[in-house]
């Protein structure tokens, strides 16, 4: 289990994290109907950084919209939003790096099945940036579950409720021996993982599914596609079918809480080596770079956070 910082954001204040509680009655418990973001917050030369802050404050507004949360939006500028990032971040003593995750929770009780007009409460907490996924290898499995389609529970919301689909289909892989799974869309093109994007490298090409393939349009993701053509690799977004997995020389999840996590099996099969294939290891390490603000080059990327050190 990842450490939690004490204090977090709620309902416009800074409390302890045991009193950043919705009903058992809100729309939030009963239907799941929350949306979220998680982002990282970094030690830098220059202090604590968010990684892309404007991104991950549209997202939760592009989500808030899609399922119709319209209360969160005229209440939320993106200076608020900032401003209690700040405020929960010099609230506690952050000791390392961090993963902050942001949520808008329809906290009305007992609505009913709707979303227009019902009230909204915003939480933010820390907690420590440990990764999902390991970085030596992860072994996958194809999921019996499908991932929800878009015209289902829309996939570029990032919907608390929908996840109950990726907790179907990773509890299952973990029972079968593996780490993760490979979602499937309804087309049997691969997706995604539970809970990050996928990348596969075929004769030095980077290939990733479009984002018509019930995917999460992940800001990690974003960043990979940025970064790879800054370093001059070719990129292709289309559909994939499973078995180019098999045969690829290299695949990787990418995400914020994943990073950029090798795949050394799917399925049973070695990919690749079955070690961090040439330009894995590559975006890994400016990925991992651009967070640490030791290169003007990424510094477009970092939101600089005023804190206690």
């Known amino acids: ?127 420590d940036a440990t990764p999902i996924l390991s970085g030596e290898g992860v072994r996958l499995k194809t999921s019996v579950w499908r991932r929800v389609p878009d015209y289902a529970i829309p996939s570029r919301a990032k919907v608390n409720g929908a996840y109950v ?23 049997g093109h691969v997706c995604e993982l539970s809970a990050a994007n996928i990348f596969m490298v075929r004769d030095g090409v980077l290939i990733t599914p479009d984002t018509t393939s019930d995917l999460l349009e992940g800001i990690t993701r974003r960043t990979v596609l940025e970064l790879a053509s800054v370093m001059g690799i070719k990129v292709i977004e289309r559909g994939i079918d499973l078995t180019e997995l098999y045969i690829a020389d290299e695949v990787f999840a990418s995400g914020t809480s994943a990073l950029i996590a090798p795949i050394s099996v799917v399925d049973a099969r070695v990919i690749g080596t079955g070690t961090v294939g040439p330009i894995t290891a590559r975006i890994r390490e400016v990925y991992m770079y651009s967070m640490q603000g030791d290169d003007s080059m990424y510094e477009h990327y970092l939101t600089y956070m005023s804190h206690n050190m």
Not at 8 to 19: E, G, L, N, Q, W
Not at 46 to 69: C, P, Q, T
Request: aromatic fraction near 12%; hydrophobic fraction near 45%; charge should be negative.
């Open 1 to 127: 289990m990842a450490h939690v910082y004490e204090n977090a954001y709620f309902k416009d204040k800074v409390v302890p994290i045991t009193d950043a509680q919705v009903s058992v009655a809100s729309s939030a418990v009963l239907y799941g109907l929350s949306v979220y973001t998680v982002f990282r917050v970094s030690h830098t030369p220059k202090g604590l950084a968010a990684f892309r802050l404007g991104d991950h404050y549209r997202r939760l507004v592009n989500s808030a919209r899609i399922i119709g949360l319209d209360t969160f939006e005229p209440a939320w500028s993106y200076q608020k939003f900032e401003d209690a990032v700040h405020a929960v971040l010099n609230a506690n003593t952050i000791l390392g790096d961090v993963f902050v995750r942001a949520t808008v929770h329809a906290s009305d009780m007992v609505p009913g099945t709707r979303s227009r007009g019902v009230a909204t409460t915003v939480s933010i907490f820390i907690y």
């Open 165 to 187: 689909n990726s907790v179907l289909a990773k509890q299952d892989a973990l029972d079968s021996g593996y780490d993760d799974c490979i979602f499937l869309d309804a087309a």
